[in-house]
């Protein structure tokens, strides 16, 4: 595929790649760090929001700064920022390393805004107007991210604890200083959107009523999302699983999350965002059932990146849909768009912590099975006539 030779594009597809292999070893540190410390699942759970909250919250203002700077110091600083204080976590360890940990978080705040802004606008400006397809490609390197880091993480803790993850941080090193040489021009968003097309083009004409059931969507499949990925690693580490396996599992649900992304992103620009999400909420709401159904079973190789990869395949649809529906800059509009799904996603993972102490994980899984067939609801009723206004050329 051409974007993949693509310079550019490349350079922040990778960047998100380590960003997210940084980001996906969490949920691995904290079951492994469960026990010396004592850690609850309440207690992972509200960490786990501490984290995704200050890698969100604060990402509408670092896209805000991008549509005004460019994206090269937002991306390059960004993966530079989190291998430091990844590397200074799993090396002073301890209740500290849950602190450094958090702080890692504002690395990959600064880099998602710009690295989506740029790898869309390449996909929409330079390569047939592809842009779900280029933000489904971004976004896929980043779930392969959230693939590896876990299946990485879970041998190097076993061989050799914490420090070992200094071999995956050090990988940040090459990929940010690229990322920093490729974007050295600037590649201002408003220059590029303006050589192409004008900013009619890009908006979509939507109501008040799309903008609320977008929401609610992306708030659902963030929710979705972060139960699988923060609770399956803590789920069979309780039923005797090791590291080796609860990570590779839990890699395998992002691995998935990867592939189905690309897939619906590239379905999306063919047949209409609406019919891909209805269609992919639908299925993925009949493999999360049978997860919490089955306990360990030999078949989870198989349902859980299936769920992944039903689950995965809404999510660049979502972004696309935020960036050509909310005013604004690009960089900043995706912000928000990934802020908001990040901090609801973690708000859930609050609120399934104390369930899953309280009820047991099957009730969580059974519950994020209802979380999709709620969104597939609203994509039907809500997302309905998606109009992209002409240009006044």
């Known amino acids: 595929m051409p974007l993949l030779l693509d310079s550019l594009f490349s350079s922040v597809a990778l960047g998100h790649l380590i960003v997210d292999m ?32 200050g890698s969100s ?24 920022w989190m291998m430091s204080f990844f590397s200074l976590a799993v090396t002073l360890q301890g209740t500290l390393a849950l602190v450094l940990l958090v702080l890692a978080s504002f ?26 397809t280029a933000a489904s490609l971004f976004f896929m390197f980043g779930q392969f991210g959230l693939f590896f880091g876990p299946v990485v993480a879970g041998p190097l803790l076993d061989n050799f604890g914490l ?17 920093g040489y490729q974007l050295r021009n600037g590649h201002n968003p408003r220059r590029e959107t303006s050589q192409d097309e004008s900013p009619a083009v890009l908006r979509l004409a939507v109501s008040r009523r799309f903008f609320i059931a977008l929401a609610v969507i992306a708030a659902l ?22 590291a080796s396996t609860y990570g590779l599992v839990a890699g395998l649900f992002m691995g998935g999350s990867a592939l189905g992304n690309v897939i619906g992103g590239s379905l999306a620009d063919r ?26 079973s030999h078949w989870l190789y198989l349902l859980i990146p299936l769920s992944g990869a039903l689950t995965g395949s809404v999510h660049s649809i979502i972004v696309v849909l935020a960036q050509r529906s909310i005013p604004g800059g690009m960089a900043m509009a995706s912000g928000l768009a ?19 102490d309280a009820q047991g994980f099957p009730l969580v899984f059974q519950m994020t099975s209802g979380l999709v067939l709620v969104a597939a609801v609203l994509v039907a009723l809500f997302l309905r006539g998606e109009i992209i206004q002409s240009s006044s050329r």
Do not use: C
Request: glycine share 12%.
């Open 107 to 132: 690395g990959s705040a600064a880099f998602h805004p710009a690295g989506v802004m740029q790898a869309t606008l390449r996909g929409r400006n330079y390569y047939a107007g592809r842009e779900t």
């Open 271 to 296: 047949y209409g965002k609406r019919n891909v999400a209805l269609r992919a909420y639908l299925l993925a709401s009949i493999p999360l059932f049978i997860i919490s159904r089955l306990g360990w």
């Open 57 to 80: 919250l604060s990402q509408p203002v670092f896209g805000w700064a991008a549509d005004r700077i460019g994206p090269r110091w937002l991306a390059a600083g960004g993966v530079l």
């Open 22 to 53: 940084l980001n996906g070893s969490r949920a691995v540190i904290l079951a492994y760090l469960s026990v010396p410390l004592g850690l609850t699942n309440t207690s992972i759970g509200i960490i786990s929001t501490v984290y995704i909250w």
């Open 163 to 179: 420090m070992g993850l200094l071999l995956p941080a050090g990988l940040a090193l090459p990929v940010g200083l690229n990322a």
């Open 338 to 356: 990934l802020g908001f799904m990040f901090s609801a996603g973690a708000l859930g993972t609050l609120l399934s912590g104390p369930l899953a």
């Open 221 to 242: 499949q963030a929710w979705t999302q972060q139960n699988m990925i923060t609770f399956v690693p803590k789920y069979l580490s309780d039923l005797g699983q090791t």
